[in-house]
């Protein structure tokens, strides 16, 4: 199922995640990271396998230390809240 267009005046929902990790829109593999620290404009620096990296934030509420479902340098969806 391909994404709906967003007409003149629509508000667009937040992209959903499933317990599997997927990202809805495209079928693709998110993958968890925890965020490290957050950055101006809706940015943060996260952990990843391949060393710190940084993402877009912006579609989520995400402090230090959560973890974040990311695809395409996007956080997706929360996944685990620092305590």
Request: charged share 25%; hydrophobic share 45%; net charge negative.
């Amino acid at each position: 199922m391909s994404p709906q267009p967003v007409r003149a005046g629509q508000r667009t929902a937040v992209p959903e995640c499933h317990d599997d990790g997927v990202c809805i829109t495209c079928s693709d593999v998110a993958v968890a990271v925890r965020v490290r620290e957050l950055m101006a404009d809706g940015l943060a620096i996260v952990d990843t396998d391949a060393g710190p990296e940084e993402v877009s934030v912006a579609l989520v509420e995400a402090g230090p230390g959560d973890i974040v479902l990311v695809h395409a340098k996007e956080a997706i969806a929360v996944v685990e809240k620092s305590s």
